[in-house]
Structure formats: C-alpha cells, structure tokens
C-alpha cells in the first residue's frame, strides 16, 4: 500500500506540468499489483469505516433486542405506552405528511414556474428548516404558540392549547419536514420543461385540468421522493417534537420520545425494541428510496 | 425561456372550457394559504426568536452568550463539528470513490446503506450507539458521557452528506484525463492530488457545509449518549434545551441565534468557495 507514498515527495519540486516519468524498477507486473494492494487499501479503509460506524451499532441493536428472547420483546411492544406512542406517531405523520405533500407542491411550482418579487427569498424560508437545529424550531413555536409566546393569549382565551399537546406537536413535525417535497419536486418540474403545458393550455385546458392531466404526471415520482423523505424524517422526529409535547407518558409520547423515557427509566428492553421498530421503519424507507431511483434519476445509480 | 417544441397529440383533454377567472382566483386563494403556511410554520416562529433574542438589548444578549456554560456549550459544539467534519472529508471521499471506482460483492447494499443515517431517527441513531460503545459494550469501548461520544454521534449522523454530494461527481468524471496522466508516467498520488481532487473540491466543499450545519444543530443522537454534563459535553443545542427547560427563554433564544448564524455563515462561505473552486476547474 505505502510502496508509492515515497516516491511521491521526490516530485513536489518539479515544475506544474511536467509530470514525472514512472520509477525504472518498476516492470509492469509489480505496477499492477501495487495497484492492486492501493485499490485492496482504499476498499478495505472505507468499509472498515462504514462497518464500525455503520453496520456493527445496527446490527448489535438486534442482538440486544431479542438477547433475551421473544417474551420480553413481546411484552415490551405491547406495554399501553408503547401502543399509544405508536399511533401518536402516526396520527402526527397522518396529518403533517398530507400537509407538507399538498403546501411542497405548491411550492415548488410557485418557485420553478412563478415569476414574482421575493422568489429568493421564498427559496431561503423554505431551506431554512433544514439549517435549523431541531431545538431551536420547537423553541420558535413556543416563543409564538406558547402560554408567554405571541399568541398565547389569543390561543388561551380561545381555549385552543397548541404548545403540550397534538396541534403543537404536528406543527413541529410540519416544520422539520417542510423542505422535502417541494426540494425533490423542483428539479423533476424543471426538467419536463412547460412545452406539454402549453400545449395543453392552447388545446384549451384549464389550469386545473393541465396540473392533473399533465404536470402532476410528469413529477409524480419527484413526489413521492418528497413524500417518502418527508414521512421517515416525520416518523422520527425528535428534538422539536420533545420541546413542543410536554413528554406527558401516555398523552403526548411520540415513539422516538418513548425510546428515550425507556431508556432513561431503566428499562433497557422496552428502549431497544422500540428503537428496533423504528429502525426497521428506516429500512423500509431506504427500500422505497431505492425501488423509486428505478424511476427518477435524481440518485446516482451504482 | 426553453425552445418551443409542440408536442401535441400525448395530451388528451375533455371539451373546450373557458373559465379561466376562476382558475385564476384558484391560483391566488393556493397562494394565499401558502403564504399563511408558510408564515405560521417558518417566518412567525424566526421573527418571534429573533425578537426575543434582541428583547433586552445588545448588552443583554451578550450576557446570556457569554455566560460560562453557555460559552463552554457553544465551544463543544463548534470544535467539534469541526473535527468532524474534517473526518468526514476524508472519509466520505474514500467511501464515494470506492462507490464508484471499486467493485465488489454486496456494493449495491453497501450504497443504500449508506443513507441509513438519514432515515434513521436522531433518537435511535444514539440508542444504537450506545448498544455497541455504552455501558458493558462487547467491544470493550464505552465512550458514553465523554466528549469522544459527541463526535461520535456527529460521525454517525452526518455520514451521508459528503459522500452523497462527491458520488455523482466522481461519477461524470472523465476518466482519460487520468489515463492520459498515468500513461505520462505520473503516479497515483500525483494523479489523484492533480487531477481528481480538484475537481472534487466544490462537492467535497458543499458535503462539508451541509455536515457543519447539521452537526452544529444536532440533538436527538446527543441526548442519551453524552449524558449532557455541563462543562464536559453539554453540546449548544442540548444546552437551548436545559434552558427551554428552565424556562429561561432569553438565554436559548440568544445561544439558538448564535448556532444558527454560525451555521447560515458557514453554508454562506462554503457555497461561495465552492463556486469558485469549481469555476477553476474545467
């Protein structure tokens, strides 16, 4: 592998552009093996990172989920805040996916087809939750939701409560996951240019049925990227949700929270199995992911 | 702006209708509620943090940075992010080039695995963490509650973004330009420090601006694993939650401004020197 770290030194006082002829020594079978030994080098440094990083904590996570069988993996998935938790999750996702699938759409057309002043900076606000810690989104909301926030007094005397509960906590889960749809719709609407709309339009459709006849067919699979990134990243979603939700066992646990009141109670089981529940959630969506590059070519194909 | 190509004939329409007045207030009334979407979720909630960040005054948000937890937090977390961010430079490099250039048996799997840090939630990504480098860890490694475990989890969660943004580089790459170099006789570190790298820069460059960003706001794979110990490694964001927490709102809107300039600076400059690096290549 270092066999050619040396000879690279002796180069460097060389003029730019002139490039060195290949060491004497060397016949052509030992090049090929020292390339050979680099390329055997660079594989095994990358996987090693990746399998240490990477692949060991998951698969361990497994492991010390089902270490000590079934029962307790068992009693662990149906305990009542388990259950709870798990359906919250997905009431947020239910409500926050549609929300941002619909706004992201919007969005994107607005931006690659709208002409109007502010677009960068309706780009920017877009972009922003993805610059944002996740702490900082959940205390925005409650400086402007909360009991002492902007609203808070319009919210009370309304008897609407956002910050602690449900509508706080979708809000959230909105927020972080804003960017996806409307990212991954853009550059699909970009490429199929307007030609079919305009086509469409001096056939004399309306907007209305251009959008449903035309565009939306055309950026379907941009969509459901968006909407596959958006659902995993709502799914899981952690620091925002935590600040907005109150943690209240039971009311307003989400199954990422519940990981971490599991884990904090000493109840190592219940923490990983639902740890392992929603890691098998990322899985599917990395299938998904996977399956949908066959249909856009916004991923590298290997 | 594109060349008008009629493509009639793909689209098949119903009868003629002429309303375009409604069409046009549909239009209106979808930006109409985005704007109030928007507004609600993103521009209120900012205006309302940068407000209460300059309610007392400058002296007062200098107070609220310069206290000495919240100094020894934003510290943690900018140094290190930025040796993470270095590692993943030269790790997220190595892995795309073996993405492309290397060829082995279960590649196709290795790749999606790949982005298992992005659909993986934060909360797990720490959990799974911990069950390997914890407490009674089989390896005999437990980083839990050192400052080894922030960059750690830093690692773990930024992993994707460089190798990501150089992949598709590396994979247009033209490779007779090294050819042409090798052939010359330059050898392999002369070839890679002449003429791969410098193309790989500006993605290299916009990997690390998105890693920087995302590690400096990280929470969720923090919270478990470092055990946010004040002074030791309580990171900035886990130290906007403490005081969340606390109900001391003006300390967290002040350190949230401070992370999020850092970040928007360093997304700013990145970006800027990526496009000038990549205007010298090519």
């Known amino acids: 592998m270092s066999s050619s770290g040396g000879g690279a030194m002796a180069v460097s006082p060389a003029p730019s552009g002139r490039l060195r002829a290949g060491s004497p020594a060397g016949s052509a079978g030992a090049g090929d093996r020292a390339a050979r030994a680099r390329k055997l080098g660079v594989r095994t440094a990358a996987l090693g990172y990746l399998a240490l990083l990477l692949l060991a904590p998951v698969l361990m996570i497994f492991y010390r989920t089902f270490e000590h069988g079934l029962a307790p993996v068992w009693s662990a998935i149906t305990a009542p805040n388990a259950v709870h938790a798990f359906w919250l999750s997905l009431e947020i996702v239910a409500i926050a996916v549609p929300l941002n699938t619909v706004f992201g759409i919007g969005m994107a057309l607005l931006l690659e087809r709208g002409r109007f002043w502010g677009k960068g900076l309706l780009g920017l606000l877009i972009d922003l939750p993805f610059a944002i810690s996740p702490v900082v989104v959940g205390l925005t909301l409650v400086l402007v939701y909360g009991k002492t926030g902007w609203f808070g007094n319009w919210l009370a005397g309304h008897g609407i409560q956002v910050i602690f509960s449900v509508p706080g906590m979708v809000i959230a889960t909105a927020v972080v996951s804003l960017p996806f749809v409307a990212r991954e719709t853009m550059p699909v609407l970009r490429e199929l240019g307007t030609d079919s709309e305009q086509a469409a339009e001096t056939l004399g459709a309306s907007a209305w049925q251009t959008f449903w006849r035309v565009t939306l067919p055309g950026i379907r699979w941009g969509v459901v990227y968006g909407v596959v990134l958006t659902t995993a990243r709502a799914l899981g979603e952690f620091g925002a949700v935590s600040i907005v939700s109150g943690r209240i066992e039971g009311q307003t646990q989400t199954l990422p929270l519940y990981v971490q009141d599991r884990f904090e109670n000493f109840d190592p089981t219940g923490a990983y199995t639902a740890a392992v529940v929603l890691a098998l959630l990322a899985l599917a969506t990395l299938l998904a992911m996977n399956m949908l590059t066959r249909h856009t070519r916004r991923r590298t194909p290997v | ?282």
Do not use: C
């Open chain 2, 1 to 282: 702006m594109s060349p008008l190509q009629n493509s009639p004939g793909s689209v098949a329409l119903g009868p003629r209708r002429a309303p375009r007045v409604g069409a046009r207030g549909a239009g209106a009334l979808g930006k109409g509620l985005l704007g109030i979407y928007l507004s609600a979720l993103v521009l209120l909630p900012i205006a309302a943090l940068l407000a209460k960040s300059s309610s007392g005054g400058t002296s007062a948000f200098w107070r609220e940075i310069s206290s000495p937890e919240a100094v020894a937090a934003i510290k943690l977390t900018l140094a290190a992010t930025a040796i993470v961010v270095v590692i993943n430079a030269v790790f997220g490099t190595l892995i795309a080039w073996v993405m492309v250039r290397d060829d082995f048996p279960g590649k196709r799997i290795v790749n999606s695995l790949i982005d298992l840090p992005f659909a993986l939630p934060t909360i797990v990504a720490g959990v799974v963490l911990l069950a390997l480098y914890g407490k009674g860890s089989p390896v005999g490694v437990n980083v839990a509650f050192t400052r080894a475990s922030v960059g750690l989890a830093l690692l773990f969660v930024t992993l994707p973004f460089v190798v990501r943004s150089v992949q598709p580089v590396l994979l247009e790459l033209d490779l007779s330009m090294e050819e042409a170099a090798a052939s010359l006789g330059a050898r392999p570190l002369i070839v890679l420090r002449r003429i791969v790298l410098p193309s790989l820069v500006p993605a290299i460059l916009s990997g690390v601006a998105l890693s920087f960003a995302r590690a400096v706001g990280e929470f969720g794979s923090l919270v478990l694993i470092t055990g946010n110990l004040p002074f030791k490694t309580e990171a900035g964001s886990v130290y906007i939650f403490g005081q969340i927490q606390n109900e001391n709102l003006p300390a967290a809107a002040a350190v949230s401004v401070v992370l999020l300039l850092a970040a928007l600076v360093v997304l700013g400059s990145l970006s800027f020197l990526s496009r000038r690096a990549s205007r010298h290549v090519l």
